[in-house]
């Protein structure tokens, strides 16, 4: 049944990473096979705390789990506005933006998105994307049972409401 330990305590290893208790994982399947997005997941952690809006992506070996994540924005230096992080030009004065706002990764990368919630180690990182992969296949089984509701709680139609673009 859903709801097992990964490398949980009571098998008498804490390794980092995998004595990390997800207690539950719960799966909304995207049902578009156009879209790299296979399904949106949440996570809880020692049945304690919830993390919401990780996204299950095709990746280059099989589904890949994406941490929640939100796009970086910058101030106007000029007026103040809040414009997405490399935007040439003010969306409220218009006025042209300074490049260095634009964070890079250590590859040189700009970087526009910043994880809300992550796994500090690569163990941990492990754990969540055997976990939540193998409990998006198990739920990829269930969505073909009759009367399959998913058990993610989603908030309203939050995922696709366009992005609010001005004050
Ligand atoms: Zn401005």
């Known amino acids: 049944m859903a709801g097992g330990l ?10 980092r990473g995998a004595g990390m208790e997800i207690t539950e994982v719960r799966i909304k399947l995207i049902d578009d096979p156009a879209e790299r997005l296979l399904a949106f997941c949440s996570i809880t952690l020692a049945g304690a705390f919830v993390v919401r809006d990780l996204k299950i992506i095709v990746g280059p070996s099989g589904p890949f789990v994406a941490m929640p994540s939100r796009k970086l924005s910058s101030h106007c230096p000029a007026c103040g506005f809040k414009n997405p992080l490399r935007a040439g030009y003010c969306n409220q004065c218009g006025k042209k933006q300074p490049e260095t706002t634009v964070p890079r990764d250590t590859d040189g990368r700009p970087r526009l998105y910043a994880d809300i919630a992550h796994p500090i ?34 908030i309203g139609d939050e995922e696709h409401r366009p992005p609010r673009r001005g004050g």
């Open 6 to 15: 990964i490398g949980g305590t009571g098998c008498g290893f804490l390794e």
């Open 121 to 154: 180690h690569a163990a941990a990182r492990e754990a969540i994307q055997r976990r939540v992969v193998s409990e998006y296949e198990a739920e990829l089984d269930r969505a073909k049972q009759p009367g399959y509701v998913s058990r993610y709680d989603e």
